[in-house]
């Protein structure tokens, strides 16, 4: 099939690789004219595992374009995909600018019989009024779907491909049939292809991502009341998660969730239940915990050096705001690094992809260090904010050796209490009594026969 995607950020250039790959005709357009020149020079600006890869394979077969000339990329096109960003408006709602932007630069070039596809995720009753908006402009009737997209940074490519389910939301036999038959190649009996009305496809994505907030908000607060109350989040996760109806997925402890989608889906779906006379108690709870917990490690670093803090030195594990991406967007990083430059805190940073994004934002105000072990050289401690695995297989001797004094403050739970005593670490982490602080109970040696899970 031929395929526009308008708006080549995260989800246009993953979803569009994926559908050339799948042997699609697929055209990416975008408006910034420096990332279509990347692209078109070979060059990825984004990291995400295999993505490059299946990019450069798939433009040198001939099946993936890019240009920032929608006339070009919508014509002949029998499915026109947006996936343009959805940010959050200034009063927490979804700001669509960009959206109808291009819905009105769309309808001057759009194929009499190309079905629109929303991909962005977008409040309820926008395809309604995406549909209204292109009969106006074309003085037609223009088929309009919706296609949320659940893919997760750091693993969008195995998740567009092995989809748990595809989600489309229509209103005719056509568009449906339409969708199904792109989708063929990554759907399976347990990957079912679910048709249904826009407005409950709009609606499942929103509350996708508000579920998935509302467990990390959950277990975060649970964590929390866990150490007012000397237990251990982790032996507490244990105990729960075997559980058949509760599992562990989206239940680990640690500094918040963070990126593009989570905390602007909470608020906008927050802000519609408003709209419709609801008060949207949960979400605006979920948001409030999650801003909250953001500050938990920067708390802990604080009470730790008391009036001692200013002209310290401290190295900063993990700035994305989750593992195997190089996005900082609402990264948990990001408070603890404003929170300790105004404290007059020397940081010494790194990201094993985020690097970049960090230094584009804080310029000298950081030093960048390029291996995780050169952050720690003479720190006085160690803040840890991203679960990246090489953080989590390190020698604590070497650790140690490094730092001026053996202290760590895991916001996510890398390592065994046990494991930090017997290695002579002061150690602080979320939800767990600290290791090697006065007046603080050790917590009974128990962690060697319930580690699993
Ligand atoms: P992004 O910011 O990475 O990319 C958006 C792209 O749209 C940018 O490259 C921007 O230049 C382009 N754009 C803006 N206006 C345009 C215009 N008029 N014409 C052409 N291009 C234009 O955003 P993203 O992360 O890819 O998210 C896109 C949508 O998908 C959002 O609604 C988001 O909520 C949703 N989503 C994101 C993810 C994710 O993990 N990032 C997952 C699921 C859904």
Request: hydrophobic content about 40%; some cysteine; charged content about 25%.
């Amino acid at each position: 099939m031929k395929i526009a995607m308008v708006g080549t950020g995260y989800v246009g250039l993953v979803t569009g690789a994926c559908f050339a790959n799948s042997g699609n005709d697929v055209t990416c357009v975008d408006i910034d004219k420096a990332k279509i020149e990347k692209l078109t020079r070979g060059e990825v600006p984004i990291f995400e595992p295999g993505l490059a890869e299946m990019v450069l394979q798939n433009v040198e077969m001939d099946r993936l374009h890019f240009t920032t000339d929608l006339a070009v990329a919508v014509a002949n096109a029998e499915i026109v995909y947006l996936a343009v960003g959805t940010p959050q408006a200034s009063d927490g709602s979804a700001d669509l600018g960009a959206l109808w932007s291009v819905v009105a630069g769309l309808a001057r070039h759009l194929p009499p019989t190309a079905i629109t596809v929303v991909k962005s995720t977008v409040p309820v009753g926008t395809n309604a009024k995406v549909y209204e908006r292109l009969r106006e402009l074309t003085d037609r009737d223009c088929e309009v779907a919706s296609n949320p997209e659940f893919l997760k940074e750091g693993a969008a490519i195995d998740d567009f491909t092995e989809p748990d389910r595809v989600v489309v939301g229509v209103r005719s036999r056509r568009a449906s049939e339409v969708l199904e038959e792109l989708y063929r190649p990554f759907l399976q009996p347990d990957r079912p292809f679910l048709a249904m009305s826009p407005e409950s496809a709009e609606l499942t994505k929103y509350v996708a991502n508000a579920l998935l907030s509302t467990k990390i908000s959950f277990i975060n607060e649970m964590a929390n009341l866990c150490e007012r109350m000397e237990g251990d989040i982790n032996e507490v996760r244990r105990g729960i998660g075997y559980d058949q109806r509760i599992g562990f997925a989206f239940l680990a402890p640690g500094v918040g969730y963070g990126g593009s989608c989570f905390p602007k889906d909470v608020r906008a779906l927050a802000c519609m239940a408003e709209e419709h006379g609801l008060k949207g108690q949960i979400l605006r709870a979920v948001d409030e915990v999650n801003s909250l917990q953001k500050h938990v490690l920067t708390d802990k670093i604080e009470q730790h050096f008391g009036d001692d803090l200013l002209g310290r030195t401290l190295a900063v594990w993990g700035l994305a705001f989750k593992p195997q991406t190089d996005d900082i967007r609402e990264a948990p990083a990001l408070v603890m690094i404003d929170r300790l430059l105004e404290r007059g805190v020397n940081l010494r940073v790194f990201d094993p992809e985020a690097n970049a994004n960090i230094r584009a934002l804080y310029g000298d105000k950081l030093q960048y260090a390029s291996t995780a072990l050169e952050a720690l050289n003479d720190a006085d401690g160690l803040a840890i904010n991203t679960e990246w695995s090489e953080f989590r297989q390190v020698e604590f001797e070497t650790v140690k050796a490094r730092l001026k004094s053996p202290l760590i403050f895991d916001g996510r739970n890398l390592y065994e209490p046990d494991q930090m005593r017997r290695h002579g670490f002061v150690y602080y982490s979320i939800g767990r009594l600290p290791v090697g602080v006065r007046g603080k109970r050790a917590p009974a040696d128990c962690a060697s026969v319930t580690q699993n899970g």
